[in-house]
């Protein structure tokens, strides 16, 4: 016999990934700038979108409007901002060239961080910057900063010292050392950062680590353990290496625990869904997905691949009358789908709506 194959074509429905939201991001700002909708670019970056801020100073500083570019950029992060002046020294208008990096920087843009380095590196003055911000930085955005240069030099001892400093951003720190270990498979040092009480996030890096290095067992048990102390995120993320793994039992183990209200806004069952039709358990796949209904259109169509039509229409027509009215698109989106179904299979007569 060969491998099983899913019954219905899962495209990206049933993916493990979550939507990109950075590059929706990306590509709504760079829309805003390209069609001068400045106004909007004003809202969103006062509402949270930092990439909008970004681009907001950029703006500002190739008009001339430094008062506007002045409140934006802050008055924190004098280090930084003394840092950036000497830095970009012989650089035209210094001012609105170290507002618009001090920006850049504090919305945490890799590129503006690559292009500082980039300066220092040809300045040859990395050395002396790590020494100034040993000094000067008190606030996330220097020690990030304080951070990859030292992990640049191969300073790797004295970032393990600041991940267990008592004072400043300590997390930031630890993430980026215990990143630094996981890439290069240094898994004794990475569990010394991964303690009781430290993020989930380093929990779920150590698992990996541990999976890349054939360790299975013993990732999946780090994220266990999590669950067991019911930390926010790692049910989800525990199924998503139990997936990835092919474990699909397990998965649903973990999956039964998750509380409902989480269960309809994680894409976890969808993950187990998809993973329990591709090996061929199309019955158990339907079981998940009735669970809280929040996928009718997987649903639905795994039903219709069973010959179950007719329960396929009825969840879609259970999906239209249980979505809010105030939500016209996703009603016409059941509705399509429906449609969609009634005609793959022939009966297009029973669609009434």
């Known amino acids: 016999m060969g491998e099983p194959q899913a019954s219905v074509d899962w495209g990206e429905t049933g993916s493990v990934e979550r939507s990109d939201y950075n590059v929706w991001a990306s590509q709504h700002v760079s829309k805003l700038v390209e069609e001068g909708r400045i106004e909007e670019l004003r809202t ?19 008009q001339g409007r430094i008062e506007e570019l002045r409140a934006l950029a802050g008055s924190e992060n004098e280090g930084l901002a003394l840092l950036l002046a000497d830095t970009l020294a012989g650089q035209g208008d210094l001012e609105a060239k170290v ?4 920006v850049r920087l504090q919305v945490d843009e890799e590129d503006a961080r690559d292009e500082l380095i980039e300066l220092l590196s040809a300045q040859d003055r990395i050395d002396e910057a790590i020494t100034f911000l040993q000094r000067y930085a008190h606030e996330y955005v220097e020690w990030n900063l304080l951070v990859r240069l030292l992990l640049l030099q191969g300073r790797v ?32 040092e990475l569990r010394t950062l991964v303690t009781p009480g430290s993020s989930t996030g380093l929990a779920l890096l150590l698992a990996r680590a541990l999976v890349a290095q054939g360790r299975v067992d ?17 049910r989800d993320w525990l199924i998503q290496l139990l997936v990835e793994q092919g474990r699909a039992d397990q998965a649903v183990t973990v999956l039964k625990g ?34 809280t209904g929040s996928a009718p259109e997987r649903l639905a169509a795994l039903l219709a691949a069973q010959g179950r039509l007719d329960e396929a229409v009825r969840a879609l027509d259970r999906a239209v009358e249980d979505t809010d009215a105030r939500y016209p698109a996703a009603i016409e989106r059941l509705t399509k789908a429906k449609a969609d179904l009634l005609a793959e299979y022939e009966r297009p007569d029973q669609n009434r709506n």
Not at 99 to 102: F, I, S, T
Not at 168 to 174: F, V
Not at 280 to 288: C, S
């Open 44 to 62: 969103a970056a006062s509402t949270g979108t930092a990439l909008a801020r970004a681009r907001l100073a950029e703006i500002y500083a190739a």
């Open 99 to 102: 507002a618009v990096m001090k």
């Open 157 to 188: 001892k004295d970032v393990q010292l600041m991940a267990h400093e008592e004072r400043g951003p300590r997390r930031d720190a630890r993430s980026m050392v215990a990143y630094h270990f996981a890439e290069q498979g240094r898994i004794d």
């Open 258 to 291: 998750m509380p409902s209200w989480r269960r309809s806004t994680s894409t976890a069952e969808l993950s187990v869904a998809r993973l329990l039709d591709e090996q061929g358990r199309p019955e158990d796949a339907i079981r998940i997905l009735r669970g």
């Open 218 to 234: 013993e990732g999946i048990a780090v994220l266990q353990e999590r669950v067991d102390a019911d930390e926010q995120h790692s």
